[in-house]
């Protein structure tokens, strides 16, 4: 089944305490992007990857870092998480111009963050 | 600045048509119409999208007017299931997905 896959679904943490959500994709996609949402914000991008290797900052990149070393994972870390960081957590993927595809983007269960 | 208008909620009676309307008059020429829906705190999905004729598939039918300044998403049965905020996003294909704040559809028994 195609899917993404984010672990955890749920964390409580406490500031400072340096965490990696893993987002993980099964179908060969090239792009893949990290979105956080906030009540009354919305959906935001914070970073994205357009293939291994490649990455780049969204809209609200601060306190985020994500590595791209694989093409099928995409964690995004938080060397020392902030309450302001507590929100829900999206990774998505899609085909990036491959003959026959689309660029339809896929998103994960969601990852629900919590910063003490 | 946004690029598409939405109504912010709408009701609908559960096996009546959902008719759900998008704004994007500034819309270029080279930029798609897509919908995706958020059932409550769950991953978006895709619906569907189209550059300029009316599209149908499984979930929705999408029409666009002529001088494409203006579309609407059609749920031609809806269920409660359907109930979700929908988000028109208009964008060039391949580039960043930017969400607006949606329409919250009740679909009510």
Same mark, same amino acid.
């Given at each position: 089944e195609a899917q993404v896959t984010q672990n955890p679904r749920y964390l409580i943490t406490v500031t400072g305490k340096k965490l990696t959500v893993t987002c993980s994709q $099964?179908? $060969?996609?090239e792009y893949m992007s990290w979105y956080r949402q906030d009540p009354g914000l919305g959906l935001r991008q914070i970073y994205y990857s357009m293939n291994v290797e490649v990455t780049d900052k969204g809209d609200v990149p601060e306190g985020y870092k994500v590595s791209r070393k694989e093409k099928r994972n995409f964690p995004l870390i938080l060397e020392s998480p902030s309450p302001n960081q507590t929100s829900l957590y999206f990774c998505a993927s899609s085909s990036l111009g491959?003959?026959?595809?689309?660029d339809t983007q896929y998103f994960g269960p969601g990852t629900r963050l919590t910063v003490l | 600045d946004a690029k598409t208008t939405q109504p912010p909620s709408m009701d609908c009676a559960e096996g009546r048509a959902a008719n759900l309307p998008c704004n994007h #008059?500034?819309? #270029?020429?080279n930029e798609y119409v897509y919908w995706y829906r958020q059932i409550h705190s769950q991953g978006p999905q895709y619906i569907i999208h189209g550059l300029k004729n009316n599209e149908t598939n499984e979930m929705a039918s999408l029409i666009i007017t002529e001088d494409r300044k203006s579309s609407t998403l059609i749920l031609p049965h809806a269920t409660l299931r359907d109930t979700a905020v929908y988000y028109c996003i208009v964008r060039v294909v391949y580039s960043t997905l930017t969400f607006g704040k949606g329409t919250m559809l009740l679909v009510s028994p």
């Amino acid at each position: 089944e195609a899917q993404v896959t984010q672990n955890p679904r749920y964390l409580i943490t406490v500031t400072g305490k340096k965490l990696t959500v893993t987002c993980s994709q $099964n179908m $060969n996609h090239e792009y893949m992007s990290w979105y956080r949402q906030d009540p009354g914000l919305g959906l935001r991008q914070i970073y994205y990857s357009m293939n291994v290797e490649v990455t780049d900052k969204g809209d609200v990149p601060e306190g985020y870092k994500v590595s791209r070393k694989e093409k099928r994972n995409f964690p995004l870390i938080l060397e020392s998480p902030s309450p302001n960081q507590t929100s829900l957590y999206f990774c998505a993927s899609s085909s990036l111009g491959r003959t026959g595809s689309t660029d339809t983007q896929y998103f994960g269960p969601g990852t629900r963050l919590t910063v003490l | 600045d946004a690029k598409t208008t939405q109504p912010p909620s709408m009701d609908c009676a559960e096996g009546r048509a959902a008719n759900l309307p998008c704004n994007h #008059s500034t819309i #270029s020429g080279n930029e798609y119409v897509y919908w995706y829906r958020q059932i409550h705190s769950q991953g978006p999905q895709y619906i569907i999208h189209g550059l300029k004729n009316n599209e149908t598939n499984e979930m929705a039918s999408l029409i666009i007017t002529e001088d494409r300044k203006s579309s609407t998403l059609i749920l031609p049965h809806a269920t409660l299931r359907d109930t979700a905020v929908y988000y028109c996003i208009v964008r060039v294909v391949y580039s960043t997905l930017t969400f607006g704040k949606g329409t919250m559809l009740l679909v009510s028994p």
